[in-house]
């Protein structure tokens, strides 16, 4: 604890809540939100199945982790944060096990969509929603290093799994994945609490933050929710479907693999600067820019033909990409009260996820119908686009309405 004359009295206990949410969510997003993407190949190897079906199998995932995101939400609101970690690690563990098993494609949509469900969808809202709850002031960087672990998982776990595949098979990968997700993370889950008190509704991530009743609490959800949508089905095609395009450059999977790896790792120290710059800024601000960092170049990896190329693409890319999470988690953090902050951060989610489902199957679909990523890659430019116009207006519109009430 804080010595009783310090000017911040918040306990230290709360960095080993950033730390152990931000491994837990190392694994279970890594795993849930792009892992699936290097048994694209595998799978249509062994079984013949088309790229658009076997990306059906990250949507089931991330469709489940919408709707379980709303309703652990509400709980974790309730103060349950601790038992849904629990149980959110012991089901995605068991789903990934099962996984490994499956002959057919619909056992791999049903696991992974129960996994979303029970599983990584009682972990996201509430740890995030935990960890800002935790912290009067500085909010944007904790929450920076919660999303960096987040990227580092997005990054190793889709790495580690390609190791795994070239060394044996995809069962045997999805086989270690679940032993170490059970091994490795409730004994993390049990260090989870909650803060013994929230903190204040007015107090932003630091400065620049917005009060809450600038909007009603439903408008700045769907508001935020429509920008998600359009934000995640850009940056979702990279993340499902850097690799395979990689690989059909002629790069091995492993290399292929090792480019998101490192993507990622830069990713890591975008999520920590973006959230330090929403502390400085303004969390609407900052996620235009990060926004605005990510349309502009995905495209160019469509341009890449060899594999110093992709690394360097990775490299730039991925530190401005990555500010969008921590952002959006930010911007959550600054316009929501306390008491309804996991929900928000779950029924924003579900946007999210939505918007991850229908940029990986997209993905998938044109390839299939065009025999190349050139259609992917555009699409995923134009919801860019679209994103940048609905956060520009949200940030218009919150700047207008502070003006008016100072007026007042």
């Not at 999805?174 to 993390?188: D, I």
């Not at 903190?199 to 998600?228: E, F, K, M, R, S």
């Not at 920590?272 to 996620?287: C, E, S, T």
Request: charge should be neutral; aromatic fraction near 10%; include cysteine.
């Amino acid at each position: 604890m804080t010595p009783p004359g310090d000017a911040d009295p918040q306990p230290a206990y709360r960095w080993v809540i950033v730390i152990a949410s931000a491994v837990m969510l190392a694994v279970s997003m890594g795993m849930m939100v792009n892992g699936a993407s290097v048994l694209i190949i595998p799978l249509h190897a062994e079984f013949g199945w088309d790229r658009g079906a076997v990306s059906l199998v990250n949507f089931a995932g991330l469709m489940g982790m919408a709707i379980g995101g709303i309703l652990m939400g509400r709980l974790a609101d309730r103060g349950l944060t601790r038992k849904l970690s629990l149980m959110g690690t012991v089901v995605l563990g068991a789903c990934l096990l099962a996984a490994a098993r499956a002959d057919a494609l619909w056992q791999l949509y049903a696991l992974f969509f129960i996994a979303g469900l029970l599983g990584a969808g009682a972990l996201f809202a509430p740890l995030v929603a935990n960890v800002g709850n935790w912290f009067r002031a500085g909010a944007g960087l904790a929450l920076g290093i919660a999303s960096a672990g987040q990227a580092l998982g997005q990054g190793g776990v889709p790495y580690g799994l390609a190791l795994l595949i070239s060394g044996s098979d995809w069962r045997g990968a999805l086989t270690v994945a679940g032993a170490v997700t059970l091994a490795g993370m409730l004994p993390l889950a049990l260090l989870i609490r909650e803060p013994a008190k929230a903190p204040p509704a007015a107090g932003a991530a630091g400065g620049g933050g917005t009060d809450p009743a600038l909007l009603p609490l439903n408008v700045t959800i769907a508001w935020l929710g429509i920008a998600v949508v359009f934000c995640c089905t850009c940056m979702s095609v990279p993340l499902m479907h850097l690799v395979p395009l990689i690989q059909d450059r002629g790069i091995a999977l492993e290399d292929a693999g090792s480019v998101m790896f490192v993507m990622l790792l830069v990713a890591i120290a975008g999520r920590v600067a973006f959230g330090r710059l929403a502390d400085v800024i303004g969390a609407v601000r900052a996620y235009w820019i990060a926004s605005c960092w990510q349309t502009v170049l995905v495209f160019a990896f469509i341009q890449m033909h060899d594999l110093p190329s992709f690394y360097a693409l990775a490299v730039i890319y991925g530190f401005g990409y990555a500010g969008i999470m921590t952002s959006i988690l930010v911007c959550v953090r600054e316009l929501i009260p306390p008491a309804r902050r996991a929900f928000a951060m779950g029924a924003v989610g579900l946007f999210g996820w939505l918007g991850h489902g229908i940029g990986g199957y997209q993905g998938g679909f044109f390839f299939d119908l065009t025999g190349d990523y050139t259609l992917t890659y555009a699409n995923a430019a134009l919801a860019g686009v679209v994103n940048l116009f609905i956060v520009g207006a949200l940030f218009l519109t919150l700047n207008r309405r502070r003006a008016a009430l100072a007026a007042a």
